[in-house]
């Protein structure tokens, strides 16, 4: 089983509209969960961490489910520039892999006029 | 923020050509530095995890004595490709840690084509 599981996509949507994320992990011990995105043929850029109490930063807003071990996105109003690779991301908390992060596949979205 | 910088940014060579990258961590000392490597339509794998002046650790499947990594300071560490073949084109991204260590920052990557 992997690590970090992540939707498939693509999501194709409108400009407006609201699009969610969700991404799995299997390690339960996990303490860290972070979004980023990747834009193409560039290197991921941190877009939040997700703390326990859910946060917000403008438009976006991240949760944190630890009972069902999973965590999400949700971009409201989306933008032509919000286009890019979603990739969630859990840190590995054992011994000398300390800091680690497991990555999902990555959500591709493409916002359209 | 932190600022790392990856040299080169895309690099051709033949096959059979050893190729050397450059992560150096530009304003924060990074105790810890991760190599990448990103196929096509791929998500990151990570290859390696090295640690300042110890020997890295490489994930099941990643042949360390093709992938050499050198972490000799807390602002630089180097992987280096040795005998490379075509199937070893990817991008490959580095990403260091320091001040936190559950917080990555990443450089920007190196595209490298081997003929």
């Known amino acids: 089983r992997k690590e970090v599981e992540q939707d498939p996509g693509p999501f194709n949507v409108p400009e407006g509209a609201t699009v969610a994320f969700n991404c799995t992990y299997s390690?339960?011990?996990?303490?860290?969960f972070f979004w980023y995105r990747q834009d193409c043929r560039k290197e991921p850029k941190l877009l939040m961490s997700?703390?326990?109490s859910g946060n917000e930063d403008g438009r976006f807003t991240a949760q944190l489910n630890r009972a069902s071990q999973y965590i999400s996105l949700l971009i409201r109003d989306s933008k032509l520039s919000d286009s890019a690779t979603y990739l969630c991301?859990?840190?590995?908390?054992?011994?000398?892999?300390?800091?680690?992060?497991?990555f999902g596949r990555g959500t591709q979205l493409t916002v359209w006029p | 923020g932190a600022v790392v910088s990856q040299h080169p940014s895309w690099v051709i060579c033949k096959s059979g050509t050893s190729v050397k990258i450059e992560c150096r961590s530009l304003d924060f000392q990074a105790t810890t530095m991760f190599w990448y490597r990103q196929f096509p339509k791929q998500s990151l794998m990570l290859m390696a995890t090295s640690n300042e002046g110890s020997k890295a650790t490489y994930e099941q499947g990643v042949e360390k004595d093709k992938f050499l990594i050198n972490h000799a300071s807390l602002t630089l560490s180097t992987l280096t490709v040795t005998s490379a073949h075509p199937e070893d084109s990817s991008f490959y991204i580095c990403?260091?840690?320091?001040?936190?260590?559950?917080?990555?920052?990443f450089g920007p990557g190196t595209r490298l084509t081997v003929l």
């Open positions: 990403s260091a840690s320091g001040r936190a260590v559950y917080e990555q920052f």
């Open positions: 390690n339960s011990a996990s303490q860290s």
């Open positions: 997700v703390y326990s």
């Open positions: 991301a859990v840190n590995a908390d054992r011994g000398s892999t300390l800091g680690r992060l497991y």
